[in-house]
């Protein structure tokens, strides 16, 4: 029986990232997309095109209940891997996707290409996938279950992630009511913050108290941001909590 939903992941994928040659943009522009939303990614991970380890790491996020957002490797070079890396994962074949290969055949037309075998291998996924519309190329990515496809190129995967969001998560948008408030403690160590973090959480049941620490630079000196994220009502008042107790140890800070 598939778990219960637990959170949102990503998977990041190709050689040219994990090696350094390309800098990744999907993290941050998945980022902002959930959190538009008021939703907020729980994990990430970065693999090279190593199709043992894809399938093992599918394997693993299709058995969590997790929405997952893969990018890359839905191609047909050699070292594309996702495809199959997910069939296997989840123990069925790939097939040419009627939708997908619909797809693939109207684009050719519009650029004058003949159709090949390689180019219909664009479209075949894990069956009973559901086919992603790309509009940048109209060819699709796919998603199986709650695990969504895409490809490595920003150009096409962003909007198609937002319209993987749009489609079938918006029963999600600010479901949650959170808010997330800070301050900054001007020379602060989070040594001397810890028994008043420890007492904030415990005393709020559910509620994420979190610090940064800051060495200081040219132009902000050194400190420690410390906060409070949750549900709101229980914010403002472990806030009082922590400025209170903030100014009672003899630091000075700063609302942020």
């Known amino acids: 029986m598939k ?84 069939a296997a994962a989840a123990g069925i074949d790939l097939v040419l996707h009627p939708d997908a290969e619909r797809e693939i055949r109207a684009r050719m037309a519009e650029t004058k290409q003949g159709i090949t075998p390689a180019r219909l291998e664009l479209g075949c996924f894990p069956a009973g996938s559901r086919i992603i519309p790309n509009p940048y190329n109209r060819i699709p990515g796919f998603s199986l279950g709650d695990h969504h496809f895409l490809p490595g190129f920003p150009e096409m995967s962003w909007p198609m992630a937002e319209w993987v969001l749009e489609t079938y998560y918006r029963d999600r948008f600010h479901a949650v009511a959170e808010l997330e408030r800070a301050i900054r403690v001007w020379d602060g160590m989070e040594g001397h913050l810890l028994e008043l973090m420890r007492s904030v959480e415990a005393n709020y049941p559910g509620l994420v108290v979190f610090s940064l620490p800051c060495f200081g630079n040219d132009t902000l000196r050194r400190h420690v941001e410390l906060g409070a994220r949750g549900a709101p009502e229980q914010v403002g008042a472990a806030m009082s909590v922590i400025e209170a107790e903030v100014a009672r140890l003899g630091f000075d800070f700063e609302r942020i």
């Not at 599918?58 to 070292?79: C, H, N, Q």
């Open 3 to 86: 778990a219960k939903t637990d959170g949102w992941g990503a998977v990041i994928i190709g050689d040219e990232i994990v090696r350094g040659k390309r800098r990744d943009g999907h993290f941050a522009k998945l980022v902002e997309l959930l959190a538009a939303r008021g939703l907020h990614l729980d994990w990430a991970q970065y693999i090279g095109d190593d199709r043992d380890r894809l399938v093992d790491t599918f394997r693993r996020t299709l058995a969590s209940g997790d929405i997952v957002f893969s990018f890359g490797g839905i191609g047909v070079t050699p070292d594309d891997h996702t495809r199959q890396a997910a």
